[in-house]
Structures are given as structure tokens and as C-alpha cells.
């Protein structure tokens, strides 16, 4: 699986450009495609990582600049996921692609700015999965 990175230039504040489009649907390809082979990584499963996702950017959203204890507290909830991806796949509920994806994205969180960046990237991976996936 090809690695990808939530901003073009994070010190300016400039996302990739086709991250939400063309990124965002090659992973979701590729993913697919693995779980059709291994009987895997159905929607509701992978659903079920991107509502954990959103529920953590909510709690972020409501965070001020000032709230940076509160930030560190919800930060170790976001790479718990991973964990629970690696659960998931231990138990063929999901794939290895799946684990690296959520993977690679939650290495990259280090500001509530950069969880709003990746649940959008995950938002659009889902539309195209609903797509590619399986019916």
C-alpha cells in the first residue's frame, strides 16, 4: 500500500490538493479490492472506525486554543484506534491495507487541525468505497 500525507505544506496550512478526490479514492480501491478477496472489510465494519473518528473531532471542535491539557487527553483515544484496527484485523473483520490507512493518518494527527483534515480524507475514502466496495 502506497503511504499518503494530509497536507502539502503543513506550516502554511496547505492541503494536498487531490486528497479528498483522487488520493482518497485510489485507497479506497485498493481496499476494496482486498476485502473482496479475503472476504473482508465490509462497510459497517469500516463505518464503525470512521464514526469513532468523527465523534473525536467533535470533541475537538469544541476545544479552545487555550485547551491543550484537554487536547492531550483525547489525543491518546485517537491512536487507540489503531489498536482496535489491529483487533479487527486479528480478527478478519478487516484488512492489513485497512490497519496501514488508518494507520498512516492517525500517525499524522498532532493538532485538532489535523484530525478535521483526516476525517474529511476518511469522509471522502468512504463515498468512494460506497463505490467500489461491496454491495
Partial sequence: MTMFNLWKDREKGLMDPLLFSETAEKFAKEIAAEGEKNRNNKGTQLRRFFDEIVRLQSQAKCLSKDDTDKWSNILPYIHMLVSKAAYAEGRRLVSPSFVNFLKTGID????PRDLTVFANF???FMGFYKLHGPN
Fill in 108 to 111: 499524522q494527527i498532532k493538532t
Fill in 122 to 124: 476518511f469522509e471522502s
